[in-house]
């Protein structure tokens, strides 16, 4: 029934004059609508009424702590409480609970649009007697009907009662003015003093001030005081000044004479005065319901008088007369019999219209019975699951009681629940929404979806098509750390294929996020930055036998998944979730290598403080709006993808030419934002209908936030990391381990030279020297390495590519070899080691298969010679050529070189064969000192600079030096 037409008088009539009613209990849905509605039911009502029964039950609002002391009086009454109140009373007061069970003789529900919330509604039922609800709008909550009989429901509906005169029709002004509130208030103020004065009441003087955020509130009223009128705004954040202009609870309209009242969500249900005849909207609701509830604030017409209008102010761009337009005439249709159908019934019907068999794609197939027992048995389950591990104080049964919970608050409505064993439970479940393919009418789509809860050890698993995660899971459940998760990884066969990598460096010019992928992670250089980058995702190959499937891991949220093979039945997937949990119960897994390189996971300390702070929302930015805010119509938002600075917990953000007020606290192990604009920001599906879910909500749901703590720690997703030291230090384990390119060739501890002696006649060059070495095709070198060559080429002088390149054709290889020799007795020549370095990354490119290779004639047809500076002596090989299949001369073995270069499949390497100047073990303890020498440290970045570059193009690095 509409506001203003006797909700309250109906109320008051079932709980005052029925003598076989004694005890009422009235079910309100605000605190401060307790006391408003106890005076109603035992004196203004009645007072206004004029006529009252002989015996008044007195009325008095309630709350859990007093329950027990109202009870004993024994005598006929009326308790208020909130449905709040109610629930709390029935989970943590049972015996009190219970007295009022057995006390109470009817339940009266105000606001009951707002029936079932779990929360409650299992309160109010379980007190098992009759029960009224009442509302003053007949919108839904989404898809959340009334679950009543229909031969116990009545409607008044809108038409009827303004023909009626119970309540005043409504007309808008709906106008085109600036942004911002002086221009609002300014255009508001011109109306009220001329259009609306001329055609309103008298009686209805008063005005209701609609604004989305507190921070609104405050500068519409400033704005509305400086013009000189009275006015009250209203806020829970609100304390009380001493003009009483700002309070965080709503007045008796009959002792606050203020002539405007400003609110976000206070005046919205409960205020009954009819002197309230304009509702001006600043910032409009998200829903069409909350609009149609504000409006009704202004309807009452309690003496039925005759011509009575209520007026709504606001922009245009607002679409508030469009709005009404469509509730009035959905009020006509629902007064001429129309019946609208809730998901479960749009559901049995569409069910019926199934044949009982079907065959389709090649099978034969029966209806589905949502109900039946063993509805888990013909599920198709994907072998993906969130896992938590499991604190002492987790119940399956209150787990899925929260699942339950979550799937009624995202509106989706469970047909069956099914327990298979007291350690698994499996929801089925229809989602009901409107096509996001159509902005203002609807056709209704049905999906079938599905929840899977199940504890295997220490671990629950949980996966569901929609997406959903139960609050329960996370407040008696941990997710896996990353560790632990990195353990499915290190057993058997395994390369990881992809990682993707999400930086801690959050300055202006740095990469955010990256995707690698590859044959193998682990033969990838590490980059400069990787220890300070930690892994979100990853993806590897796992072979067991003649078995090959994929497995994805995401850190973050700590899921794991196996796409392999599709869609598995029940028992082979409670198989794959036990295997999965038992992996994780073995705490002698190896370390991945491939993912030792990035950021180190670290438990959540007790304590933690913000310093910045970058918002992780590109996935969400395209779908952010204010809805319809301002005259902005539903402006999208954009944030800048920058990272701010937290000064004493809390940062700001620009849009819409403001600075927003953010703030960031450290509880429970983990970071919360608050802030009055980031929860006005909703997230609206692309492309879809309006979104419920705030950007603030989001944004504390997922984590999905990068914090730098004031400690230097690294806060991402709701986990804690910490740079793991890049290239040197004692701690190998948390260090990029660059041993793995070095090799040790004893040879090289005897070699002082790089290119001589030669040998006489210019048949080579002596082993004395590095080039010796390498241009022994069966000697130390190569045989170190199982390489044999087919091909060996001296490219050095000249435009050189390498001072030798080694080809063998199956399986076909290139290797570019780049000799130096450091002055004698250098173990650790940062100078040597540059110039070697620089001259292999020059060359990089003609290593890659697109490069535009030319033979040069004048230097592989020649001698090489080298004049000798100080002597001018001149050492002469007589062939370039120093290894070849017969009859291959130069120019064919530079066309084997580029066919090999551009086959695929070819391995590429690149050698460095350093005498003197790098010694392992040398270099080795060198490297743990935590203040290392300069030229260590040039060493140190050199190799790891060389490395990435060198695989930045697919190559290999080998580097060669003494032991």
Known sequence: MPTGTGKTGIMAA????????????????????????????????????????????????????????????????????????????????????????????????????????????????????????????????????????????????????????????????????????????????????????????????????????????QEVAAAIKAKGYSVMAVHDNFGVDEEETYLNKVPDPK??????????????????????????????????????????RVLRNPNRSPNQTAWVFSHVSAGVSKTWSAYVRYEEWLSQGGVELGPDQIFSSLLGKHAEYHYLEGRFRERFDPEAKD??????????????????????????????ETLDHEDLLLLNEVAPDSDTRIFVYIRCSPSPLLLDQTFLELQLGFSALRKAGRYVFFQ??????????????????????????????????????????LSLYSVRRRMLSATSIAALAPGLGDHASFCSTATAVLRDGDAVKRRYLGFTRSRLSEPTGGRVNYGKFIQWVDGISAVLEKDNAQEVDALARYALYQKAPDKAQASHILLDIDDVLDQLTVPRADNLGGAPVFLDDRCWDVVKDQFRIPAFGKEHEVSIGYKDHR????????????????????????????????????????????????????????LHGRSKGDRIDLLKILHPVKALEAIKKEKEPVSPGGAGWEKASVFGLIDDPQGELFASQAFKPDILLCDDLGNEWADFIALRSTPPAVIFIHAKAAKEDSDLS??????????????????????????????????????????????????????APPNIAAKRSFEQLDELLRLPTTTREVWIVMAQGLAIDKFNKARQSDHPKGNILQMLFLLQSTWGAVSSVGATLRIFCQP
């Open 14 to 217: 079932l709980a005052q004059g029925f003598s076989d009613t004694q005890n009422i209990l009235v079910v309100a849905p605000w605190a401060h609508l307790k006391g408003q509605i106890a005076s109603e039911l035992s004196e203004r009502f009645w007072e206004k009424l004029g006529s009252a029964p002989k015996e008044l039950k007195p009325a008095s609002p309630a709350v859990p702590s007093e329950f027990a002391k109202q009870l004993k009086n024994t005598t006929p009454k009326v308790l208020v409480c909130t449905a709040q109140g109610l629930a709390l009373l029935q989970s943590t007061m049972s015996p009190v609970y219970e007295a009022l069970k057995k006390q109470v003789d009817l339940v009266l529900v105000d606001e009951g649009h707002r029936e079932p919330a779990p929360a409650w509604a299992e309160a109010v039922r379980n007190l098992e007697h009759p029960t009224v609800l009442f509302t003053a709008t007949p919108y839904r909550n989404d898809w959340r009907l009334f679950r009543l009989n229909p031969g116990f429901t009545s409607a008044f509906y809108f038409p009827e009662a303004v023909r009626e005169r119970f309540i005043r029709d409504v007309k808008f002004e709906e106008q085109q003015f600036d942004a911002g509130p002086e221009a609002f208030v300014r255009a508001l103020i011109a109306f009220y003093q001329g259009p609306y004065k001329k055609r309103a009441p008298k009686s209805a003087e008063r005005v209701i001030v609609r604004c989305a955020t507190q921070a609104s509130v």
């Open 830 to 883: 940062a100078a040597a080691f540059h110039d070697v370095c620089g001259q292999a990354v020059k060359n990089l490119g003609v290593m890659t298969p697109q490069w535009n290779r030319k033979f040069n004639k004048e230097i592989w047809d020649s001698p090489w010679k080298l004049t000798k500076k100080k002597t001018g002596e001149v050492l002469t090989v007589s062939r370039r050529v120093r290894l």
């Open 464 to 505: 569901d098509s929609q997406g959903i995660t139960p609050e329960y899971l996370t407040t008696h459940g941990t997710k896996v750390d990353p560790g632990k998760l990195e353990r499915t990884l290190s057993a058997g066969d395994v390369r990881v294929s992809t990682v993707t990598l999400m930086n801690s460096d």
């Open 375 to 404: 509805v888990h048995e013909h599920l198709a389950y994907p072998q993906t699951a969130l896992i938590y591990e499991s604190e002492p104080s987790y119940d399956v049964g209150q787990c899925a009681a929260s699942v339950r």
């Open 255 to 296: 002792k606050n004479t203020a002539l405007f009242w400003v609110h976000q969500n206070k005046l919205i249900e409960g205020l009954d005065d009819p002197r309230f005849g304009l509702v001006a909207i600043y910032q409009t609701f998200g829903n069409d319901r909350g609009l149609v509830q504000q409006i009704g």
């Open 671 to 726: 970071f919360e934002l608050t802030s009055e604009f980031l929860s006005q920001v909703v997230l609206r599906e692309s492309g879809g209908p309006q979104g419920h879910r705030t950007l603030l909500a989001h944004l504390n749901a997922t984590q999905a936030f990068r914090v730098i703590t004031q400690d230097g720690g690294i806060y991402a997703h709701g986990r804690f990391y910490r740079s793991r030291f890049p």
